[in-house]
């Protein structure tokens, strides 16, 4: 049970922000949101996490909406190799990771 | 640092034999999960082992099992072996005690079940 809904594919052009929505509705206090992408015949790599306020490292930043029950990952400037299935997923209590479908994010140059 | 290593890369089993996949941890985790990834979807938590136990799992079937090494390496071992186990099979170490640790994944093993 992911228990998180995303679309199923976005595009964007090369050079421009990217804006990957996640819905959380029934995450409880506790649940830190996770990011992570998977890049083709490789396994995922981490993003970004975050509990309430709002995140940035290298990669991307993560913006957790007021009432935590959504949430957007954001590519500052999208480039070929960030075309990916992006993934977003609550983190519970037991440290156990639930996958869902992810978005295919396609890059257009 | 090293990161997660898994082998074999392939593997192609016929229906009802018995498979080993390996795992190596990266250094200083304590805890490994493991998970099956479909074709086309994402992976499904299979069953996650700190301090050489199992901690948690999936909606798999007893014939998945595993075990952790005081190493913290790790082996998951698949018995009669079905078509639908056909599937890519991730290792992902993180630390536990950190409550939000990030995993970090091998690249996984294609099995391929006949």
């Known amino acids: 049970d992911a228990k998180t809904t995303q679309p199923n594919s976005m595009e964007s052009n090369e050079e421009e922000p990217v804006h990957l929505p996640c819905n959380h509705s029934t995450i409880s206090g506790t649940d830190y949101i996770h990011w992570y992408r998977q890049l083709p015949s490789q396994g995922p790599e981490y993003v970004i996490h975050?509990?309430?306020s709002n995140v940035n490292n290298r990669m991307a930043s993560l913006a957790i909406a007021e009432d935590r029950k959504s949430s957007t990952l954001i590519l500052h400037r999208a480039t070929l190799r960030d075309a990916a299935v992006y993934y977003c997923i609550r983190l519970n209590t037991g440290n156990q990771f639930y996958f869902g479908t992810g978005t295919s994010l396609t890059v257009i140059p | 640092e090293t990161g997660v290593t898994q082998s074999p890369t392939h593997l192609i089993k016929t229906r009802g034999q018995q498979v080993t996949l390996r795992c190596s941890s990266q250094s200083g985790h304590n805890t490994v999960s493991w998970y099956q990834q479909a074709l086309g979807q994402g992976p499904q938590f299979i069953f996650q082992?700190?301090?050489?136990?199992?901690?948690g799992r999936g909606n798999f079937p007893p014939r998945f099992s595993g075990l952790q090494f005081p190493n913290y390496s790790s082996e998951l071992n698949v018995n009669a072996l079905e078509l639908d186990d056909s599937a890519l099979y991730l290792c992902?170490?993180?630390?536990?005690?950190?409550?939000?640790?990030?995993?970090?994944f091998g690249n996984g093993t294609r099995l391929t079940v006949t």
């Open positions: 082992y700190y301090r050489e136990e199992e901690n």
């Open positions: 975050g509990l309430t």
């Open positions: 992902a170490s993180s630390l536990k005690g950190s409550y939000n640790s990030p995993l970090h």
